[in-house]
């Protein structure tokens, strides 16, 4: 299996920390979705039943991509030898691509799965699920290698010659991977082909998924940086491909210490209004010592790491601020 596992790894974090949409509220769960959707997700959450027992999971193979907790979605973890899935090929629905895991009162939860298609350069994203409600999106690795490591000759040298022994000089040029997640095994309140769970963080913190009802996805994102991780998960990742200096670092790295400290004193409170508004204010301080921070050119450079391209239904990632604060509406 020719793999870009690594980088969707990497992607996935970078994406994580640079973009977010606009307030949603409601348990929109399966609104929209035809029957023939439904009896598709029927068929994925049967073939993945199994592995709600992560020991299953790992006795058959599946192994964690490198990297942490990405946040708002979870560990994303591969099978080798699990499907290839390009562009034209009839997507087995019992079969993704991957597993994605959360930790959640000390043991891991499967969360949802995520399928992946590598396409050229001039395919569209795939038909996917039946009707319009999945949202695929893109990330072209050649773009965001090129971007990160332009000023790093020799890892890019490095790069581009595992791009051509894989990919380049067997004729296969898809280095675009085209995207889309299903949370079939635990309730999303933005609905089951979202790009990420609010109701993640709220969980790794012992709060009710309900606290993410009608709650911002700053909210969540300033509560993720609460947790035991959530300064190092997607922070370090995007710093390094910016190629932040030590200096540089060390403020952003503090500056995400004081935000989730801030965070934190909400959550002493146990009052939900409270928790929410002081998750937004602690992901606001952050954001704008990012933005302080941070150069155009190295925003620039993270943003090209983050998930671009169109889906269904207008769903399109086109943030090239590198900003953490993104506002988006996601019809």
């Not at 029927?42 to 993945?48: N, P, Q, R, S, V």
């Not at 035991?228 to 932040?244: E, H, R």
């Not at 801030?262 to 002081?278: F, P, T, Y």
Request: proline share 5%.
């Amino acid at each position: 299996m020719k793999s870009l596992f690594p980088f969707v790894a990497l992607a996935a974090s970078i994406a994580a920390l640079t973009t977010a949409s606009a307030q949603i509220g409601g348990n929109h769960e399966r609104e929209g979705v035809g029957k023939r959707a439904e009896a598709q997700l029927a068929l994925l959450a049967a073939g993945i039943s199994p592995y709600r027992d992560f020991e299953v999971a790992r006795a058959r193979g599946w192994k964690q991509f490198a990297g942490e907790d990405t946040p708002l979605m979870g560990e994303h973890w591969f099978r080798e030898g699990g499907p290839d899935y390009v562009h034209g090929d009839r997507i087995d629905f019992a079969q993704p691509s991957n597993l994605m895991y959360t930790k959640i009162d000390g043991r891991r939860v499967l969360t949802g799965v995520a399928f992946t298609v590598r396409l050229a350069p001039s395919e569209p994203v795939p038909a996917g699920f039946d009707g319009p409600n999945d949202k695929w999106h893109v990330h072209d690795f050649e773009r965001a290698i090129k971007a990160a490591l332009q000023d790093r000759p020799v890892l890019r040298w490095l790069a581009n010659g595992w791009l051509n022994r894989n990919y380049r000089d067997k004729g296969d040029n898809r280095g675009r991977i085209a995207m889309v997640h299903a949370w079939v095994t635990l309730p999303n309140p933005d609905g089951v082909f979202a790009d990420y769970n609010r109701a993640l963080p709220y969980l790794k913190l012992g709060l009710p998924a309900a606290h993410a009802q009608g709650a911002s996805v700053e909210a969540a994102k300033g509560l993720n940086l609460a947790t035991s991780t959530g300064c190092k998960d997607g922070v370090n990742g995007a710093l390094w491909i910016g190629n932040a200096n030590g200096e540089t670092t060390k403020r952003i790295r503090a500056a995400c210490a004081t935000a989730a400290a801030h965070v934190r004193e909400g959550l002493a409170s146990g009052d939900k209004s409270r928790i929410n508004a002081m998750g937004e204010h602690g992901w606001a301080m952050f954001d704008a010592a990012w933005n302080r921070e941070l150069t155009a050119t190295q925003r620039q450079r993270i943003a090209a790491m983050n998930e671009h391209g169109e889906g269904h239904g207008g769903h399109s990632h086109r943030d090239q601020s590198g900003s953490p604060h993104r506002h988006e509406q996601h019809d």
